[in-house]
């Protein structure tokens, strides 16, 4: 890694508040790199030592795959708190109409079987829909999520 890098490190190790650090590296020098930055990232095909001290190590050397890593975490993470919303509210609604008199406990059993169903549903809208072999990848519409330095990305 160049000076820049380590410079942006040390900042960010020093003062969180100027953001996060992530650090791409393949090799045995980018491992204390790896390891200082706030998400570090090995190439699949470097040295053993990159890859123990990074926190994601991609299967090989395409850096579009970091890119449709994180946009797809995004939509996960959207999917996780779509489904809690949903189940708690649900839930919500069943213990109101209970303490009204008005919930019998087939319509209890159906609430929930039926939430289930949608949650798991909501779920599946994550699997890749393209030919065999070609998954959809989510892209990213924000724009400008990273301004490149030589070899880390600043977010």
Excluded at 91 to 99: D, E, I, S, Y
Excluded at 102 to 119: E, H, P, Q, R
Aim: with cysteine.
């Amino acid at each position: 890694p160049c000076l820049c890098c380590f410079f942006k490190m040390y900042r960010s190790f020093f003062s969180p508040a100027k953001g996060l650090v992530l650090m791409c590296g393949d090799g045995i020098n980018d491992a204390p790199a790896l390891a200082m930055s706030d998400v570090g990232v090995a190439m699949g095909n470097g040295a053993a030592m990159a890859m123990e001290m990074s926190d994601v190590t991609l299967m090989d050397s395409n850096l579009t795959k970091l890119v449709d890593s994180i946009d797809m975490g995004r939509v996960v993470l959207r999917t996780i708190k779509e489904n809690i919303v949903l189940s708690l509210l649900s839930k919500f609604v069943v213990l109101v109409l209970t303490l009204k008199g008005n919930m019998t406990l087939f319509g209890a059993i159906a609430s929930d079987i039926g939430t289930m169903l949608f949650v798991t549903l909501n779920g599946m809208k994550l699997l890749p829909r393209g030919s065999k072999g070609e998954a959809n990848v989510v892209t990213n519409d924000d724009g400008g999520l990273f301004s490149r330095c030589c070899c880390c990305w600043r977010w």
